[in-house]
């Protein structure tokens, strides 16, 4: 199972947070990570991700073109919302292509949650 695992700046600690819970489970996937998030996720938690670009260098559309692709299974972003992205436009192409592939997106710690307990059976 290949999880993508995105985090805007305010929300890398929350991301590195969740791992550690579900560290146990998600050791047992292909993580995906776009650049920052992925170098914190393997250096806070020794977990081996593949790390693409960081998000405003075309890490999101890296991600999103593994969407299109078929090879993501799920995707945990935690987003920002009430911080402007220079690179909006690639986080929307991000989320449209989720909805057209119907791969399970969660954009806060709570959907993200039921997400790896949907998809991986952790609690």
Request: negative net charge; glycine residues 8%.
């Amino acid at each position: 199972m290949r999880i993508a695992l995105i985090a805007h700046d305010e929300l890398k600690d929350e991301m590195v947070e969740f791992v550690t819970k579900h560290a146990a489970t998600l050791d047992d996937c292909e993580l995906v990570t776009t650049g920052t998030t992925g170098k914190r996720i393997a250096e806070e938690t020794g977990l081996t991700v593949n790390r693409q670009a960081s998000g405003p260098y075309g890490g999101d559309l890296q991600i999103g073109a593994m969407i299109a692709n078929d090879a993501v299974d799920g995707v945990v972003f935690l987003r920002d919302p009430l911080t402007a992205q220079a690179h909006e436009p690639d986080i929307s192409a991000l989320l449209r292509v989720c909805d057209v592939k119907d791969v399970p997106l969660a954009t806060n710690v709570a959907s993200g949650e039921l997400l790896v307990e949907g998809l991986l059976g952790s609690p």
